[in-house]
């Protein structure tokens, strides 16, 4: 996409920049239970059982709509799968459970046309489902391609009919793994190309007067699903068109990572507004996924209901606006970014572009990672292992310190002084005053408040850093600060809508042609973001809420370049929770790689091996491979697609059957699965990627 185009559709992506504002789609009614328009934001996951094991399929299906989802998505790899779904609805009916159930298609458009016929709803990828991904580059006249969308439409034509007579819903589900070649050549590895590809499906579906649609853009990655998406809601915008929208990053992994990856992802287009339904998708047991998920809508009920938007809802985590009399006639489009919101000429919704300032010392700002700070000011200074949390593990024997991948830049002190010698490259801040009484400041910054800065009369010859708010950046205070090449920012916020607060002050420096480096500041007390997220459980660890919401407040700004160090504090929180979420958030946005990174699929009846275990066992042998992407996928849907988002790749393609990828290079094929981590691992060597993990 050219810069032309993208300054036509800049900004009609949401209602507004700077407040909630839900994007009003056109309504989906599901097997009863409405998504889109006014109704709550839908909570949904996906069975991993084999869907031929209808009993199997059923408990879990029930243990998941225990835990809050309110459609069940089952894998129909064949007619045979598609047929058996009817037996496991009325074993489901029979236990008075009638949660509306989709079909899950790819491959295969037959078994598409059985389903219609007896689930609510199906899902086709418009990557598969009458194209091909063989990774071949092919050039196309007009005349070719528009002959082969009339292929295509032939092929879709009938399931578009059934669906029609049976009333069945469809999601036209793009995934980033899984764009045909035909889309790939054309349009490239791209958001545009996501779009356009849902897009010429979405178009059929109108020539044939069907509308009932749902519309997803899924990526691993974080930063391409959030451009994606966007640009979709643009486009249907440009076209006329508001249907309502499936969030979800795919292949998001397990654990603390999966949950962060999930919410930069989901919960920065949540509060944008967009999102009728949404799907974590967690290498874990499908319950575990629905708690997550309903953290981050209330988190979406919050900046609603403060936003005066929220009028009633039917469950703990419904998200219902208020309609206006015109718009109880019909659906509201969105008409793009109003009430005088202006996005500055440098930046763009669509396509990463970090914004520019200046490079103090080769520490902070330019082309340097993003900074991590900690406040240290509350824990004891008298000890050296108080550094073990913040990433340097002291070694009483040799005196010294070991510095991890994870370790902090900066470490907040407040007033308090330590007993004893800090490592050489662990920067302190100090508050204004007590910084000015310090004998020794080798490696000790100040923090000013931005009436302190301008009348300081000692500073510091390399970095000072003053605090502001949104509501500085309009003061005579703030006009009075010296900028030189010395200066940072601590952007704070205590709005409840913090993102598009310290967004706003982003776009006014970017406007007033400031380069000063940033640092993100967001502080969570404990009555909001401590405990667990629902009733249910991880069995590896509870899911915090503290993590989730700083990921969904923080995401979006380093997704959009805007941010050039984070600083978390959340004082009942341990240290370490806060060092590894702060890395964690600047590995899902891209912005600074600190570990490895694992593509991992959640699993579902097309799996051709325990993901689980196996996502362990290859963590356990790689995680010090410091920057490498391995993505480990259950089959082949989205395997070869996902390759290429990865170094190297683990797919299952027949049972006990694992084939190995060198990015979207097939390396080895039909290894047998007892053997394949350590082909693996012997690919990484040969490539010069391996080093020794340090004891």
């Given amino acids: 996409m050219n810069s032309n185009t993208l300054s036509t559709i800049s900004g009609t992506y949401c209602n507004s920049l700077n407040q909630y504002s839900r994007f009003i789609t056109r309504e989906v009614v599901i097997g009863g239970v409405a998504m889109g328009g006014f109704n709550p934001i839908r909570i949904q996951s996906m069975t991993t059982t084999n869907t031929l094991d209808t009993m199997g399929t059923v408990a879990q299906t029930m243990r998941m709509v225990e835990a809050g989802c309110e459609y069940v998505r089952i894998t129909a790899p064949s007619v045979k799968e598609a047929n058996n779904l009817a037996a496991i609805k009325k074993e489901l009916i029979k236990r008075g459970c009638h949660v509306p159930l989709i079909a899950d298609i790819h491959f295969t458009p037959n078994a598409a046309e059985v389903a219609a016929r007896i689930v609510e709803k199906v899902r086709i990828n418009p990557g598969n489902y009458a194209d091909k991904k063989r990774f071949e580059n092919f050039e196309y006249t007009s005349v070719a391609y528009q002959a082969e969308l009339e292929r295509i439409y032939s092929k879709f034509k009938p399931l578009v009919n059934i669906c029609k007579e049976y009333g069945t819903a469809m999601r036209i589900g793009t995934n980033h793994g899984s764009l045909s070649d035909r889309i790939m050549s054309h349009y490239g590895d791209t958001p545009q190309g996501m779009v356009e590809s849902a897009m010429e ?33 643009a486009t249907m915008v440009k076209e006329g068109m508001n249907y309502p929208l499936h969030l979800g990053v795919t292949e998001a992994g397990e654990g603390e990572d999966g949950r962060i990856k999930s919410a930069v992802g989901i919960g920065t ?27 981050l809508v209330n988190k979406c009920l919050t900046l609603a209901r403060s936003e005066g938007e929220v009028t009633s809802s039917h ?18 489009l969105s008409e793009g970014v109003g009430r005088g919101e202006v996005l500055p000429s440098s930046f763009s919704p669509f396509a990463f572009t970090k914004r520019k300032t200046q490079e103090l010392n080769t520490f902070i700002g330019g082309h340097q990672v993003p900074r991590v700070l900690i406040n240290l000011s509350d824990k004891n200074l008298k000890d050296p292992s108080t550094l073990n949390d913040v990433g340097y593990v002291y070694v009483p024997l040799l005196d010294k310190y070991n510095m991890g991948e994870q370790s902090a830049d900066f470490v907040y002190l407040a007033d308090q002084l330590p007993s004893f010698n800090f490592p050489g490259n662990l920067k302190q801040l100090y508050n204004y005053a007590t910084w000015k009484t310090l004998s020794n400041k080798v490696n000790c910054h100040p923090l000013f408040t931005i009436e302190e800065y301008p009348h300081a009369t000692v500073k510091c010859s390399s970095l000072n850093l003053v605090r502001i708010s ?22 704070e916020t205590d709005a409840i809508h913090g993102m598009a607060d310290q967004r706003q002050v982003f776009f006014r420096l970017m406007e007033m042609a400031l380069e000063v480096p940033v640092i993100v500041r967001r502080a969570y007390p404990k009555s909001n973001f401590t405990g667990t997220v629902g009733d249910v459980r991880s069995p590896e660890e509870p899911i915090s809420k503290f993590q989730l919401f700083a990921a969904t407040d923080i995401g979006g700004l380093f997704i959009d370049g805007l941010g050039d160090g984070l600083w978390i504090e959340a004082p009942y929180i341990a240290t370490k929770t806060i060092l590894s979420t702060s890395f964690g958030i600047l590995q899902a946005t891209r912005s600074r790689i600190s570990k490895t990174e694992y593509i991992s699929c959640p699993s579902c009846g097309r799996t051709l091996f325990d993901l689980q275990t196996t996502t362990q066992m ?11 992407k391995i993505a480990i996928m259950g089959c ?60």
């Fill in 618 to 628: 290859i963590r356990s042998k790689t995680d010090h491979l410091k920057g490498l």
């Fill in 201 to 233: 499906f979405i178009r059929m579906c109108e020539d044939m007067n069907y509308h009932h649609l749902v519309i997803s853009m899924k990526s691993s990655n974080p930063q391409v699903m959030v451009q994606a998406y966007r640009l979709l809601v």
């Fill in 315 to 332: 469950n703990p985590f419904s998200c219902v606006l208020s309609p206006s009399p015109k718009e109880r006639v019909g659906v509201r």
């Fill in 470 to 491: 949104a509501r500085d950046i309009q003061s005579d205070s703030f006009s009075r600060i010296p900028v030189d090449n010395t200066l940072v920012f601590v952007l």
């Fill in 636 to 695: 082949i849907v989205n395997g070869p697609g996902e390759m290429a988002d990865a170094d190297y790749g683990y797919v299952g393609t027949g049972p006990d059957k694992i084939t190995l990828y060198r990015g979207k290079e097939v390396v080895k094929k039909n290894v047998n699965s007892s053997s394949a981590l350590d082909e693996l691992i012997h690919i990484i060597q040969e490539d010069g990627n391996w080093t020794d993990c340090a004891e």
């Fill in 269 to 295: 287009l949540l509060e944008d507004g967009l999102g009728d339904t949404i799907r974590v998708s967690l290498t874990e047991e499908p319950e575990f996924e629905a708690p997550v998920a309903i953290a």
